[in-house]
């Protein structure tokens, strides 16, 4: 009998997948427990339809990601932050504020979680963050960490002599 997964069934199928299953399986167990239902040619023209109007939504969803992307790679937040001896910040930048600069600076939310900073920046300097989009989409937004009691023009002079530093990817 040839039946459409309602519902994720372990050792048969997905949702929206069409099996071909023993009479017994079908009536016994899968249809009474509202797991399946039988595959009508009325179902089934349903079911492509509900296949292709997932897909356009995927394909919606993966330009909306690349558009985003695209965008986040052009960013460049600025943070000032008081700094003690050799350059080290009395707190840090951690993603919770790249996430709030990103919101108010750029107008994007995107969820702290997804910021992939494994360690907070904690010292002066220009710091190049990936983003986790989506599993193929990683920009990186590039965070700089300038001295907020050193007028614009040096801490501009100051930040180019400091080296670029890269934070480590979990990968």
């Known amino acids: 009998m040839k039946v459409i997964l309602l519902q994720d069934v372990d050792n048969l199928g997905k949702v929206g997948d069409v099996k071909e299953v023993a009479n017994g399986y079908a009536r016994n167990y899968l249809l009474p427990k509202r797991l399946a239902a039988a595959a009508t040619p009325a179902l089934l023209a349903n079911q492509k339809q509900r296949i292709a109007a997932e897909q356009r939504r995927r394909e919606k969803e993966a330009e909306e990601n690349r558009q985003l992307a695209e965008r986040l790679g052009a960013v460049t937040l600025t943070f000032k932050a008081r700094v003690g001896r050799q350059g080290r910040l009395y707190g840090s930048i951690t993603s919770q504020d790249i996430a709030a600069g990103l919101r108010e600076m750029e107008d994007i939310t995107i969820d702290r979680r997804l910021i992939e900073l494994p360690n907070p920046i904690r010292e002066l300097g220009t710091f190049s963050v990936p983003i ?40």
């Open 132 to 171: 986790r989009i989506a599993s193929q989409l990683q920009p990186k937004i590039t965070v700089r960490v300038i001295d907020e009691a050193a007028p614009e023009e040096s801490g501009e002079a100051a930040e180019s002599s400091l080296p670029v530093e890269e934070t480590a990817t979990a990968e």
